[in-house]
Protein backbone atom coordinates (compact mmCIF):
# COMPACT_ATOMS: atom_id res chain seq x y z
CA UNK A 1 0.00 0.00 0.00
CA UNK A 2 2.70 2.77 0.75
CA UNK A 3 4.53 1.38 -2.37
CA UNK A 4 1.53 2.50 -4.30
CA UNK A 5 0.68 5.56 -2.61
CA UNK A 6 4.56 6.21 -3.16
CA UNK A 7 4.27 5.99 -6.47
CA UNK A 8 1.20 7.85 -7.46
CA UNK A 9 2.56 10.87 -5.10
CA UNK A 10 5.37 10.41 -7.54
CA UNK A 11 3.58 10.17 -10.60
CA UNK A 12 1.79 13.51 -9.22
CA UNK A 13 4.69 15.09 -9.01
CA UNK A 14 5.93 14.49 -12.45
CA UNK A 15 3.07 15.67 -13.67
CA UNK A 16 2.73 19.04 -11.96
CA UNK A 17 6.47 19.17 -12.39
CA UNK A 18 5.81 18.81 -16.09
CA UNK A 19 2.69 21.28 -16.12
CA UNK A 20 4.74 24.15 -14.49
CA UNK A 21 7.39 23.47 -17.17
CA UNK A 22 4.68 23.86 -19.94
CA UNK A 23 3.96 26.91 -18.43
CA UNK A 24 6.78 28.42 -18.27
CA UNK A 25 8.00 27.56 -21.71
CA UNK A 26 4.72 28.55 -23.28
CA UNK A 27 5.18 32.00 -21.00
CA UNK A 28 9.13 32.57 -22.02
CA UNK A 29 9.35 31.29 -25.43
CA UNK A 30 10.87 32.82 -27.58
CA UNK A 31 13.17 34.63 -24.93
CA UNK A 32 16.29 35.27 -26.78
CA UNK A 33 17.06 35.47 -30.62
CA UNK A 34 16.07 32.76 -33.11
CA UNK A 35 18.58 31.07 -35.36
CA UNK A 36 16.95 30.17 -38.85
CA UNK A 37 19.79 27.60 -40.41
CA UNK A 38 19.01 27.28 -44.01
CA UNK A 39 21.06 24.82 -46.20
CA UNK A 40 21.94 26.52 -49.02
CA UNK A 41 24.02 29.89 -49.87
CA UNK A 42 22.23 33.27 -49.81
CA UNK A 43 20.48 34.39 -52.63
CA UNK A 44 18.15 31.55 -53.86
CA UNK A 45 14.78 30.80 -52.72
CA UNK A 46 15.07 29.08 -49.38
CA UNK A 47 17.10 31.95 -48.19
CA UNK A 48 14.04 33.90 -49.46
CA UNK A 49 11.21 32.18 -47.73
CA UNK A 50 13.25 32.07 -44.63
CA UNK A 51 13.67 35.89 -44.30
CA UNK A 52 10.24 36.55 -45.47
CA UNK A 53 8.93 34.19 -42.27
CA UNK A 54 11.80 35.35 -40.61
CA UNK A 55 11.00 39.16 -40.80
CA UNK A 56 7.42 37.96 -39.69
CA UNK A 57 8.33 36.25 -36.40
CA UNK A 58 10.70 39.43 -35.86
CA UNK A 59 7.53 41.88 -35.90
CA UNK A 60 5.39 39.18 -34.20
CA UNK A 61 7.94 38.50 -30.99
CA UNK A 62 10.39 41.50 -30.90
CA UNK A 63 12.71 38.73 -31.04
CA UNK A 64 15.69 38.96 -33.77
CA UNK A 65 15.21 36.06 -36.39
CA UNK A 66 18.63 35.61 -37.91
CA UNK A 67 19.03 33.70 -40.84
CA UNK A 68 22.01 31.36 -41.22
CA UNK A 69 22.95 29.68 -44.26
CA UNK A 70 24.99 26.63 -43.78
CA UNK A 71 25.66 25.55 -47.09
CA UNK A 72 27.90 23.01 -48.14
CA UNK A 73 28.46 19.28 -47.76
CA UNK A 74 25.18 18.35 -49.70
CA UNK A 75 22.87 19.22 -46.46
CA UNK A 76 25.26 18.33 -44.20
CA UNK A 77 26.69 20.51 -42.40
CA UNK A 78 23.11 22.31 -41.99
CA UNK A 79 21.51 18.70 -40.30
CA UNK A 80 24.46 18.37 -38.02
CA UNK A 81 24.06 22.42 -36.97
CA UNK A 82 20.65 21.78 -36.06
CA UNK A 83 21.28 18.28 -34.11
CA UNK A 84 23.37 19.92 -32.12
CA UNK A 85 20.96 22.46 -31.38
CA UNK A 86 19.21 22.87 -28.04
CA UNK A 87 15.67 21.41 -28.16
CA UNK A 88 14.41 24.95 -27.63
CA UNK A 89 12.91 26.39 -30.18
CA UNK A 90 15.56 28.98 -30.10
CA UNK A 91 17.01 26.91 -33.19
CA UNK A 92 15.19 26.12 -36.45
CA UNK A 93 15.49 24.93 -39.30
CA UNK A 94 14.44 24.84 -43.37
CA UNK A 95 13.35 21.76 -44.85
CA UNK A 96 12.84 21.20 -48.46
CA UNK A 97 11.99 18.08 -50.73
CA UNK A 98 15.37 17.51 -50.66
CA UNK A 99 15.26 16.52 -47.07
CA UNK A 100 12.95 13.57 -47.75
CA UNK A 101 14.60 12.85 -51.06
CA UNK A 102 18.07 12.76 -49.58
CA UNK A 103 17.97 9.38 -47.39
CA UNK A 104 16.04 7.92 -49.84
CA UNK A 105 19.54 7.69 -51.86
CA UNK A 106 21.78 7.70 -48.66
CA UNK A 107 20.09 5.45 -46.05
CA UNK A 108 21.76 5.42 -42.35
CA UNK A 109 23.54 8.80 -42.78
CA UNK A 110 23.02 12.07 -41.18
CA UNK A 111 20.23 12.65 -43.89
CA UNK A 112 18.00 10.17 -41.79
CA UNK A 113 17.50 12.73 -38.99
CA UNK A 114 14.77 14.63 -40.96
CA UNK A 115 12.96 11.81 -41.42
CA UNK A 116 13.38 9.93 -37.70
CA UNK A 117 14.72 12.83 -35.05
CA UNK A 118 14.11 16.33 -36.16
CA UNK A 119 10.30 18.09 -35.63
CA UNK A 120 8.37 19.22 -38.23
CA UNK A 121 6.71 22.26 -37.27
CA UNK A 122 4.98 23.46 -39.94
CA UNK A 123 5.10 23.95 -44.04
CA UNK A 124 5.55 27.74 -45.89
CA UNK A 125 5.21 28.00 -49.14
CA UNK A 126 5.09 25.31 -52.33
CA UNK A 127 6.36 26.56 -55.79
CA UNK A 128 6.25 24.99 -59.56
CA UNK A 129 9.45 24.30 -61.32
CA UNK A 130 9.97 26.11 -64.52
CA UNK A 131 12.34 24.90 -67.18
CA UNK A 132 14.68 28.02 -67.93
CA UNK A 133 17.17 28.53 -71.10
CA UNK A 134 20.12 30.37 -71.09
CA UNK A 135 19.10 33.27 -74.11
CA UNK A 136 21.73 32.10 -76.29
CA UNK A 137 20.36 28.67 -76.48
CA UNK A 138 18.40 28.60 -79.91
CA UNK A 139 15.47 27.06 -78.61
CA UNK A 140 11.98 28.67 -79.07
CA UNK A 141 9.47 26.46 -77.64
CA UNK A 142 10.05 23.23 -75.32
CA UNK A 143 9.33 20.85 -78.25
CA UNK A 144 12.15 22.61 -80.38
CA UNK A 145 14.30 22.51 -77.19
CA UNK A 146 13.84 18.39 -77.31
CA UNK A 147 14.89 17.89 -80.13
CA UNK A 148 18.01 19.68 -79.98
CA UNK A 149 18.72 17.73 -76.91
CA UNK A 150 17.81 14.31 -78.79
CA UNK A 151 20.08 15.69 -81.85
CA UNK A 152 22.90 16.27 -78.91
CA UNK A 153 23.08 13.69 -76.63
CA UNK A 154 24.99 14.72 -73.63
CA UNK A 155 26.04 17.93 -74.70
CA UNK A 156 23.81 20.21 -72.66
CA UNK A 157 24.14 20.40 -68.98
CA UNK A 158 22.13 21.56 -66.21
CA UNK A 159 22.55 23.96 -63.04
CA UNK A 160 20.84 21.87 -59.85
CA UNK A 161 21.52 22.81 -56.67
CA UNK A 162 22.77 19.63 -55.19
CA UNK A 163 22.64 15.46 -56.96
CA UNK A 164 19.55 13.98 -55.53
CA UNK A 165 18.02 17.18 -55.01
CA UNK A 166 14.57 17.97 -55.86
CA UNK A 167 15.92 20.43 -59.37
CA UNK A 168 17.60 17.09 -59.98
CA UNK A 169 15.10 14.89 -59.88
CA UNK A 170 12.88 17.49 -62.20
CA UNK A 171 15.80 16.84 -64.50
CA UNK A 172 15.88 13.55 -64.16
CA UNK A 173 12.34 13.13 -64.44
CA UNK A 174 12.71 15.31 -67.89
CA UNK A 175 14.95 13.00 -69.46
CA UNK A 176 13.26 10.00 -68.82
CA UNK A 177 9.91 11.31 -70.08
CA UNK A 178 11.33 13.60 -72.80
CA UNK A 179 14.28 10.28 -73.82
CA UNK A 180 17.58 13.16 -72.85
CA UNK A 181 20.07 12.53 -71.54
CA UNK A 182 21.23 16.53 -70.07
CA UNK A 183 23.77 16.22 -67.39
CA UNK A 184 23.34 17.20 -63.96
CA UNK A 185 25.66 19.96 -63.04
CA UNK A 186 26.22 21.01 -59.45
CA UNK A 187 26.20 24.03 -57.13
CA UNK A 188 26.16 25.39 -53.88
CA UNK A 189 22.72 26.19 -54.21
CA UNK A 190 19.73 28.38 -56.82
CA UNK A 191 21.86 31.27 -56.76
CA UNK A 192 25.42 30.21 -57.53
CA UNK A 193 23.55 27.82 -60.09
CA UNK A 194 21.30 31.03 -61.49
CA UNK A 195 25.25 32.78 -62.12
CA UNK A 196 26.03 29.78 -63.94
CA UNK A 197 23.35 29.80 -66.03
CA UNK A 198 23.41 33.65 -67.06
CA UNK A 199 27.14 33.13 -67.54
CA UNK A 200 27.06 30.36 -69.96
CA UNK A 201 28.83 27.47 -67.75
CA UNK A 202 25.63 25.65 -68.58
CA UNK A 203 22.37 25.94 -70.68
CA UNK A 204 19.60 25.26 -68.87
CA UNK A 205 18.14 24.97 -64.85
CA UNK A 206 14.91 24.09 -63.49
CA UNK A 207 13.91 26.42 -60.83
CA UNK A 208 11.35 28.11 -58.93
CA UNK A 209 9.46 31.43 -59.59
CA UNK A 210 11.31 33.02 -57.05
CA UNK A 211 15.06 32.53 -58.25
CA UNK A 212 14.23 32.51 -62.21
CA UNK A 213 11.49 35.24 -62.52
CA UNK A 214 13.75 38.76 -62.06
CA UNK A 215 15.85 36.75 -65.27
CA UNK A 216 13.01 36.07 -67.21
CA UNK A 217 12.25 39.61 -66.97
CA UNK A 218 15.66 40.96 -67.46
CA UNK A 219 15.58 39.08 -70.89
CA UNK A 220 18.97 37.01 -69.31
CA UNK A 221 16.79 33.69 -69.33
CA UNK A 222 13.84 32.38 -71.41
CA UNK A 223 11.28 30.23 -69.87
CA UNK A 224 9.77 27.25 -71.59
CA UNK A 225 7.25 25.22 -69.31
CA UNK A 226 6.15 25.13 -65.70
CA UNK A 227 6.17 22.12 -63.76
CA UNK A 228 2.87 22.52 -62.55
CA UNK A 229 -1.12 22.13 -63.78
CA UNK A 230 -2.01 25.79 -64.20
CA UNK A 231 0.09 28.87 -65.44
CA UNK A 232 1.66 31.16 -63.20
CA UNK A 233 -0.01 34.74 -62.78
CA UNK A 234 3.41 35.91 -62.77
CA UNK A 235 4.26 34.30 -66.01
CA UNK A 236 0.53 34.26 -68.03
CA UNK A 237 2.55 33.44 -71.51
CA UNK A 238 4.61 30.34 -70.15
CA UNK A 239 2.82 27.44 -70.58
CA UNK A 240 2.88 24.41 -68.70
CA UNK A 241 4.17 21.23 -70.06
CA UNK A 242 1.68 19.33 -70.70
CA UNK A 243 0.61 22.58 -73.10
CA UNK A 244 3.77 22.34 -74.42
CA UNK A 245 3.78 18.87 -75.54
CA UNK A 246 5.01 16.93 -72.53
CA UNK A 247 1.94 15.59 -70.72
CA UNK A 248 2.74 14.09 -67.23
CA UNK A 249 5.41 15.87 -66.43
CA UNK A 250 4.76 17.44 -63.08
CA UNK A 251 7.79 19.28 -60.41
CA UNK A 252 7.37 21.58 -57.75
CA UNK A 253 9.74 22.02 -54.27
CA UNK A 254 8.22 23.14 -51.10
CA UNK A 255 9.37 24.32 -47.97
CA UNK A 256 9.15 24.18 -44.07
CA UNK A 257 10.17 24.47 -40.92
CA UNK A 258 11.62 22.08 -38.31
CA UNK A 259 12.86 22.08 -34.67
CA UNK A 260 15.26 19.61 -33.19
CA UNK A 261 14.26 16.46 -31.68
CA UNK A 262 12.61 16.69 -28.35
CA UNK A 263 11.96 20.12 -28.78
CA UNK A 264 8.69 20.54 -26.35
CA UNK A 265 5.49 20.35 -28.16
CA UNK A 266 3.73 23.43 -26.38
CA UNK A 267 7.43 25.20 -28.38
CA UNK A 268 6.47 23.86 -31.47
CA UNK A 269 2.77 24.08 -31.40
CA UNK A 270 3.15 28.23 -30.15
CA UNK A 271 5.75 28.63 -33.34
CA UNK A 272 3.44 26.69 -35.91
CA UNK A 273 0.44 28.76 -34.62
CA UNK A 274 2.38 32.09 -35.58
CA UNK A 275 3.65 31.05 -38.92
CA UNK A 276 0.16 30.05 -39.64
CA UNK A 277 -0.78 33.81 -38.62
CA UNK A 278 2.03 34.82 -40.78
CA UNK A 279 0.52 32.78 -43.25
CA UNK A 280 -3.14 34.85 -43.42
CA UNK A 281 -1.71 38.32 -43.53
CA UNK A 282 -2.39 40.06 -47.13
CA UNK A 283 1.11 41.27 -47.25
CA UNK A 284 3.00 37.68 -46.93
CA UNK A 285 0.48 36.66 -49.71
CA UNK A 286 1.01 39.44 -51.42
CA UNK A 287 4.63 38.95 -51.91
CA UNK A 288 4.45 35.15 -52.76
CA UNK A 289 1.90 35.71 -55.45
CA UNK A 290 4.11 38.62 -57.04
CA UNK A 291 6.88 35.38 -56.91
CA UNK A 292 4.94 33.30 -58.77
CA UNK A 293 4.38 31.01 -55.20
CA UNK A 294 1.97 29.69 -53.17
CA UNK A 295 1.47 29.88 -49.47
CA UNK A 296 1.09 25.92 -48.14
CA UNK A 297 -0.30 25.94 -44.69
CA UNK A 298 -0.17 23.25 -42.27
CA UNK A 299 1.06 22.24 -38.77
CA UNK A 300 2.76 19.86 -37.36
CA UNK A 301 0.61 16.90 -37.57
CA UNK A 302 -0.38 17.04 -41.39
CA UNK A 303 3.41 17.97 -41.93
CA UNK A 304 4.89 14.74 -40.79
CA UNK A 305 2.16 13.04 -42.98
CA UNK A 306 3.36 14.94 -45.52
CA UNK A 307 6.62 14.01 -45.20
CA UNK A 308 5.75 9.87 -45.14
CA UNK A 309 3.97 10.37 -48.38
CA UNK A 310 6.65 12.45 -50.30
CA UNK A 311 9.27 9.69 -48.88
CA UNK A 312 6.67 7.23 -50.90
CA UNK A 313 6.44 9.38 -54.08
CA UNK A 314 10.23 10.36 -54.55
CA UNK A 315 10.87 6.55 -53.98
CA UNK A 316 8.93 5.68 -56.95
CA UNK A 317 10.88 9.00 -59.01
CA UNK A 318 14.08 7.75 -58.45
CA UNK A 319 13.17 4.11 -58.99
CA UNK A 320 11.51 4.97 -62.15
CA UNK A 321 14.53 7.68 -63.33
CA UNK A 322 17.53 5.36 -62.12
CA UNK A 323 18.90 7.69 -60.19
CA UNK A 324 22.09 7.38 -58.42
CA UNK A 325 24.69 9.00 -56.21
CA UNK A 326 28.14 8.27 -54.89
Do not use: C
Amino acid sequence: MKSSLHARHVLTALALLFAAETAVAQATYPNRPIRFIVGNAPGGSTSYVARLIGDGLTASWGQQVVVDNRAGGDGVIAAEALQRASPDGHTIALATASHVIRPILHPNQVYDAFINEFVPVATLVSTDYILVLNAAVAAPDLKAFIAMAKAKPSYFKAAVSNIGGTNHLALELFNVLAGTRIKAIPYRGGGPGMTALIGGEVSLAFNNAITVLPHIKSGKLKALGVGGSERLTSLPNVPTFAEAGLPGYNARNWFGVVAPGRTPQVVVHRLAGEILKIQGTPAFKDRLAAQGVQPFVSGPDQFAAFIKSEFANYTKVIEAANVKVR
